[in-house]
């Protein structure tokens, strides 16, 4: 718990604001938000398809939100926007290691310990490695041109890890032609804690060379107080939660037709003490459990035009980091579970991605286009767990009968009765393609495939130890697993555009996930050593279109997936509680996704999204620790909610003094279970948020709000209330503050 007060927050925001006035900087509400509003609804350009193409062009289910509006409902981190989306749930556990999911493609709402099914991606280069994910990067928004949210599978364009669909976030490059700068205070306090919270953001951008080379810097900090009170280390408002971030970009363009873009990212997040919590705002630990985890992502691209085509070359090397330490409250050796004497775990892991694409895409042409690449990615990854009891040692060596006559030297050398280290290597090596066709103005068919050579290899050491009389090895055991797969994941759609604004589109995809190593298989008889892939196949029919002068806007999806050999995060059974994953049965999915936005007039805007799906298995999910041996066909999966919505009113004013806005948002999701054979649900809450905005200058906007204004008290997950430490997160209580930005 830090000692920040609310005034030194206030300072250290007005600090950060006064420096952008001194410098002539914008800060993270853009120009564009204090002028006058057009009549009608901006369509945003993307890159889903590896092209610059409008949102309501693309043939696929697709959401993106602008970098202005990210500013303008104040959003920070995943959880602020991403629940807003159709078709998307977020598993909200742990800062750093929350998962997006998309259309119920997940078996559990705490974190997959395989590859995610959401792919996560920066300006198009992957940042999650295959296997159980030390970090998901949660980029900040600040200085975000956008986010883009693809739903279904997309193994065909950007390979494994997107069963569900992929989230892309796309941020600002340096502009070769204009002096830019940026900077945003924020302060504000959230119910149950007892410090501020505070944000210091700012950017420069540099021509160098004007239209040839130009830099642009972007600086963050960010400090969510922490609401939780634990009393078992006697102090309140433990979950304090620190982000920091840097992200540079240089942009280079000596010719006409070549452009090279430098990107470099680096992010990392502080948690005092974890978020889950056993009653009320009560978390009880014997002591703090504090995670830590990073990123510093480095990229650069070649863009060139070749004549008969653009020419793409993207490399980069991603290098994460994260440290945890979770307590416990077993017995184990020595019988303590209170106290100091208590067992805790330490955890340290760390993973290198290197990645390379090279692409070609036709120019723009009326009726055919098409696009041809390769992809290769090594991802190293090395992993150490340990869990100590203190005293342990000792108490084994004065209690030889109950440990084998063993030594505590030798079962609990360092009061370590447990850990395992992990080393893995992944190769993925893809070709993909897609090809466009116009038969004539309305109707085009587009047809692409992957073909994936993936290959992994593990190497797991168990050291000797022990938890518990009766459970011990008096020697390290070490065994090693090797995966090869390859194969084709294909994809069709048809499209047919009647008339300027409106298109209908059928699409089938496919999506895969690599499988891995069971790090627990050598504690236990009965865990698998290493578990295959998985696949989903999407079946799915929409339509987009604009009315009213382009005032309206409307997207509707009908999907099936077809889930097979779901990779399942189960756990033995008490008192280890061993994680480990294992290819059992299949799913569907079946659902309906709407998203529509109203332009009422220059002053009112309505914006609704609203997802129904249901999610079950197909087949029964054997289980061999379970109770009835397994989960029977027909169980819903973990998280899976039929219903799912958001709405929003805005108004804005923008010919009045001051140019006021007032926003009025609303999300509700229905509850659903947290975890195969668990009788515990989350959701079916409602949350409401208030914004409201004034300009006292054409370069200055003062931005009021209030999150959860209710203070619903929503549980997001409980995937371990059935055991000895009852364990489930809520949604942040209500929350208020101040942003100030200032723009030139």
């Given at each position: 718990m830090r000692k920040t007060t609310l005034m030194s927050a206030a300072s250290l925001s007005a600090c950060a604001i006064a420096a952008g006035l001194s410098l002539g900087v914008t800060t993270s509400v853009s120009a564009q938000t204090v002028a006058t509003p057009v009549t009608e609804l901006d369509a945003l350009i993307v890159t889903a398809t590896k092209r610059n193409e409008s949102v309501r062009d693309v043939a696929i289910p697709i959401s993106a939100v602008s970098g202005a509006d990210l500013q303008k409902v104040n959003a920070n981190s995943l959880a602020d926007y991403i629940v807003r989306l159709p078709g998307v749930t977020f598993n909200d556990y742990q800062p750093g290691i929350s998962e997006v999911v998309v259309r119920g493609i997940a078996a559990t709402t705490y974190h997959e310990q395989g590859q995610t099914t959401t792919g996560y991606y920066l300006n198009e280069v992957v940042v999650v490695e295959p296997g159980f994910p030390i970090g998901i990067p949660d980029v900040d928004t600040f200085?975000?041109?956008?986010?883009?949210?693809?739903?279904?599978?997309?193994?065909?364009?950007?390979?494994?890890?997107?069963?569900?669909?992929?989230?892309?976030?796309?941020?600002?490059?340096?502009?070769?032609?204009?002096?830019?700068?940026?900077?945003?205070?924020?302060?504000?306090?959230?119910k149950n804690a007892g410090q501020a919270n505070y944000a210091i953001k700012a950017m420069v951008n540099i021509p160098i060379i004007e239209d040839k080379l130009g830099v642009r810097l972007t600086g963050l900090q960010r400090f969510d107080a922490g609401f939780l009170d634990n009393p078992g280390t006697k102090e309140d408002g433990v979950n304090d939660f620190r982000t920091r971030g840097l992200r540079g970009s240089l942009v280079f363009t000596p010719a006409e037709g070549t452009k090279l873009t430098f990107l470099s990212a680096y992010q990392d997040s502080l948690l005092d003490d974890q978020t889950y919590l056993s009653h009320d705002y009560v978390r009880n630990s014997a002591r703090a459990e504090p995670q830590e985890t990073d990123f510093w992502l480095n990229s650069l691209r070649l863009d060139q035009d070749v004549g008969f085509a653009d020419l793409t070359l993207l490399g980069s090397t991603n290098h994460k980091t994260n440290s945890t330490t979770y307590s416990y409250p077993y017995a184990y050796v020595t019988g303590v579970t209170t106290g100091s004497g208590?067992?805790?775990?330490?955890?340290?892991?760390?993973?290198?991605?290197?990645?390379?694409?090279?692409?070609?895409?036709?120019?723009?042409?009326?009726?055919?286009?098409?696009?041809i690449g390769a992809s290769y990615m090594r991802a190293k990854k090395s992993s150490a767990d340990r869990i100590y009891q203190p005293g342990a040692a000792a108490y084994i060596t004065a209690h030889p009968g109950d440990f084998g006559g063993y030594s505590g030297s030798v079962l609990a050398p360092g009061d370590a009765i447990y850990g395992y280290?992990?080393?893995?290597?992944?190769?993925?090596?893809?070709?993909?393609?897609?090809?466009?066709?116009?038969?004539?103005?309305?109707?085009?068919?587009?047809?692409?495939?992957?073909?994936?050579?993936?290959?992994?290899?593990?190497t797991i050491t168990n050291a000797a130890g022990s938890l518990g009389a009766g459970s011990y090895s008096p020697t390290a055991s070490t065994f090693g697993t090797s995966q090869k797969e390859d194969g084709?994941?294909?994809?069709?759609t048809l499209a047919f555009r009647p008339q300027k604004g409106v298109m209908a589109y059928a699409t089938y995809s496919r999506g895969f996930r690599v499988g891995g190593p069971n790090p627990n298989a050598a504690i236990l008889p009965g865990i698998p050593t290493s578990y295959g892939s998985d696949t989903?196949?999407?079946?799915?029919?929409?339509?987009?279109?604009?009315?009213?002068?382009?005032?309206?806007?409307?997207?509707?999806?009908?999907?099936?997936?077809?889930?097979k050999d779901i990779q399942a995060r189960l756990f033995t059974a008490a008192p280890y509680f061993y994680s480990y994953v294992t290819n059992a049965g299949s799913a569907k999915v079946d659902g309906v996704e709407f998203a529509g936005q109203f332009k009422v007039s220059q002053h009112i805007t309505f914006s609704n999204s609203t997802t129904y799906q249901e999610a079950k298995l197909t087949t029964m999910l054997p289980d061999s620790f379970a109770v009835g041996g397994g989960y029977a066909a027909g169980t819903t999966l973990p998280g899976s909610s039929k219903w799912s919505t958001s709405n929003t009113l805005s108004f804005e004013f923008p010919e009045v003094s001051l140019q006021p806005t007032f926003e009025v948002a609303h999300r509700y999701l229905s509850k659903a279970p947290v975890a195969f054979g668990n009788p515990n649900t989350r959701g079916d809450f409602n949350i409401f948020d208030l914004r409201a905005s004034i300009a006292p200058t054409d370069k200055v906007r003062v931005l009021g709000f209030v999150n959860n204004f209710t203070n619903e008290y929503g549980i997001l997950n409980a995937p371990f209330t059935d055991q000895a430490a009852p364990a489930y997160s809520i949604v942040r209580p209500r929350t208020a503050g101040v942003r100030v930005d200032v723009t030139f």
């Amino acid at each position: 718990m830090r000692k920040t007060t609310l005034m030194s927050a206030a300072s250290l925001s007005a600090c950060a604001i006064a420096a952008g006035l001194s410098l002539g900087v914008t800060t993270s509400v853009s120009a564009q938000t204090v002028a006058t509003p057009v009549t009608e609804l901006d369509a945003l350009i993307v890159t889903a398809t590896k092209r610059n193409e409008s949102v309501r062009d693309v043939a696929i289910p697709i959401s993106a939100v602008s970098g202005a509006d990210l500013q303008k409902v104040n959003a920070n981190s995943l959880a602020d926007y991403i629940v807003r989306l159709p078709g998307v749930t977020f598993n909200d556990y742990q800062p750093g290691i929350s998962e997006v999911v998309v259309r119920g493609i997940a078996a559990t709402t705490y974190h997959e310990q395989g590859q995610t099914t959401t792919g996560y991606y920066l300006n198009e280069v992957v940042v999650v490695e295959p296997g159980f994910p030390i970090g998901i990067p949660d980029v900040d928004t600040f200085d975000l041109d956008r986010v883009e949210v693809l739903r279904g599978p997309q193994g065909t364009l950007f390979g494994s890890s997107t069963l569900g669909g992929l989230v892309n976030y796309v941020a600002k490059m340096a502009n070769t032609s204009q002096y830019q700068a940026a900077a945003s205070g924020l302060v504000g306090t959230t119910k149950n804690a007892g410090q501020a919270n505070y944000a210091i953001k700012a950017m420069v951008n540099i021509p160098i060379i004007e239209d040839k080379l130009g830099v642009r810097l972007t600086g963050l900090q960010r400090f969510d107080a922490g609401f939780l009170d634990n009393p078992g280390t006697k102090e309140d408002g433990v979950n304090d939660f620190r982000t920091r971030g840097l992200r540079g970009s240089l942009v280079f363009t000596p010719a006409e037709g070549t452009k090279l873009t430098f990107l470099s990212a680096y992010q990392d997040s502080l948690l005092d003490d974890q978020t889950y919590l056993s009653h009320d705002y009560v978390r009880n630990s014997a002591r703090a459990e504090p995670q830590e985890t990073d990123f510093w992502l480095n990229s650069l691209r070649l863009d060139q035009d070749v004549g008969f085509a653009d020419l793409t070359l993207l490399g980069s090397t991603n290098h994460k980091t994260n440290s945890t330490t979770y307590s416990y409250p077993y017995a184990y050796v020595t019988g303590v579970t209170t106290g100091s004497g208590s067992a805790y775990s330490l955890g340290a892991a760390k993973a290198d991605i290197d990645t390379f694409e090279g692409r070609l895409a036709s120019k723009e042409d009326d009726r055919l286009k098409w696009l041809i690449g390769a992809s290769y990615m090594r991802a190293k990854k090395s992993s150490a767990d340990r869990i100590y009891q203190p005293g342990a040692a000792a108490y084994i060596t004065a209690h030889p009968g109950d440990f084998g006559g063993y030594s505590g030297s030798v079962l609990a050398p360092g009061d370590a009765i447990y850990g395992y280290i992990s080393d893995t290597v992944n190769k993925d090596f893809g070709i993909f393609g897609e090809v466009s066709y116009k038969f004539n103005p309305q109707w085009e068919i587009t047809v692409g495939g992957r073909y994936y050579d993936t290959k992994n290899t593990a190497t797991i050491t168990n050291a000797a130890g022990s938890l518990g009389a009766g459970s011990y090895s008096p020697t390290a055991s070490t065994f090693g697993t090797s995966q090869k797969e390859d194969g084709f994941t294909p994809k069709v759609t048809l499209a047919f555009r009647p008339q300027k604004g409106v298109m209908a589109y059928a699409t089938y995809s496919r999506g895969f996930r690599v499988g891995g190593p069971n790090p627990n298989a050598a504690i236990l008889p009965g865990i698998p050593t290493s578990y295959g892939s998985d696949t989903v196949d999407n079946y799915e029919a929409g339509l987009k279109t604009t009315l009213l002068e382009n005032r309206l806007s409307l997207d509707i999806s009908v999907f099936h997936l077809k889930w097979k050999d779901i990779q399942a995060r189960l756990f033995t059974a008490a008192p280890y509680f061993y994680s480990y994953v294992t290819n059992a049965g299949s799913a569907k999915v079946d659902g309906v996704e709407f998203a529509g936005q109203f332009k009422v007039s220059q002053h009112i805007t309505f914006s609704n999204s609203t997802t129904y799906q249901e999610a079950k298995l197909t087949t029964m999910l054997p289980d061999s620790f379970a109770v009835g041996g397994g989960y029977a066909a027909g169980t819903t999966l973990p998280g899976s909610s039929k219903w799912s919505t958001s709405n929003t009113l805005s108004f804005e004013f923008p010919e009045v003094s001051l140019q006021p806005t007032f926003e009025v948002a609303h999300r509700y999701l229905s509850k659903a279970p947290v975890a195969f054979g668990n009788p515990n649900t989350r959701g079916d809450f409602n949350i409401f948020d208030l914004r409201a905005s004034i300009a006292p200058t054409d370069k200055v906007r003062v931005l009021g709000f209030v999150n959860n204004f209710t203070n619903e008290y929503g549980i997001l997950n409980a995937p371990f209330t059935d055991q000895a430490a009852p364990a489930y997160s809520i949604v942040r209580p209500r929350t208020a503050g101040v942003r100030v930005d200032v723009t030139f």
